[in-house]
Antibody, heavy 123, light 111 residues
Framework: EVQLVESGGGLIQPGGSLRLSCAASGFTVSSNCMTWVRQAPGKGLEWVSL???????YFADSVKGRFAISRDTSENTLYLQMNSLRVEDTAVYYC?????????????????WGQGTLVTVSS | QSVLTQPPSVSGAPGQRVTISCTGG?????????VHWYQQLPRTAPKVLISNNNNRPSGVPDRFSGSKSGTSASLAITGLQAEDEADYYC???????????FGGGTKLTVL
């Protein structure tokens, strides 16, 4: 059974850094396409970042240059390093597997979701 | 302002049929990218409801169906049940933005 457990969220001041972790079980993170999706309080879903199994990475314009996505094969864990945090980054961050279609995420869908971890950026 | 446009809310009585629209443009739905739908029950993570425009993953009741035409897509729910009360999101890919995009979400209320 696929399980995703996020951790690392919390209260952080604007300009600060935080690293989110997503511990996976039931499959191999490095062999799959993984994403981070966030949801601001009372708002809709927003795609944040994606990493293919070959290591290529993609970011939403709103976080480009500030966030980094990575993974640890030995820990079977996905990470999201968040720097220069802004108030508008406040959200629940979900770790999600991306099911590829035609061997690309452009046609794929978000398959398995974690329970999310809340990041609050506030002074 | 979401790239994909959904009505903020829809409602229906138990047993009725409702539809939720998702309108995009030439760089996303109109470009042929698939539309997927997600259901988010209160205080839970979203789950995929419809993939590839009209496919139901295993376990999703056949009361849920999806369709796509031109630059728009729709989610239909027949035989409404109280447990269907949730937020629904459409999602696709946008080639102009090089990003995966969502609709703003639609809150379904079962009267």
């Amino acid at each position: 059974e696929v399980q995703l457990v996020e951790s690392g969220g919390g209260l952080i001041q604007p300009g600060g850094s935080l690293r989110l972790s997503c511990a996976a079980s039931g499959f191999t993170v490095s062999s799959n396409c993984m994403t981070w999706v966030r949801q601001a309080p009372g708002k809709g879903l927003e795609w944040v970042s994606l990493i293919y199994s070959d290591g290529s990475t993609y970011f939403a314009d709103s976080v480009k240059g500030r966030f980094a996505i990575s993974r640890d094969t030995s820990e079977n864990t996905l990470y999201l390093q968040m720097n220069s945090l802004r108030v508008e980054d406040t959200a629940v961050y979900y770790c999600v597997t991306m099911h590829l279609e035609y061997n690309t995420a452009m046609f794929g869908w978000l398959d398995h979701w974690g329970q999310g971890t809340l990041v609050t950026v506030s002074s | 302002q979401s790239v994909l446009t959904q009505p903020p809310s829809v409602s229906g009585a138990p047993g009725q049929r409702v539809t939720i629209s998702c309108t995009g443009g030439d760089s996303n739905i109109g470009a042929g990218y698939h539309v997927h739908w997600y259901q988010q029950l209160p205080r839970t993570a979203p789950k995929v409801l419809i993939s590839n425009n009209n496919n139901r993953p295993s376990g999703v009741p056949d009361r849920f169906s999806g369709s796509k035409s031109g630059t728009s897509a729709s989610l239909a729910i027949t035989g409404l049940q109280a447990e269907d009360e949730a937020d629904y999101y459409c999602q696709s890919y946008d080639s102009s933005l090089s990003a995966w995009v969502f609709g703003g979400g639609t809150k379904l209320t079962v009267l």
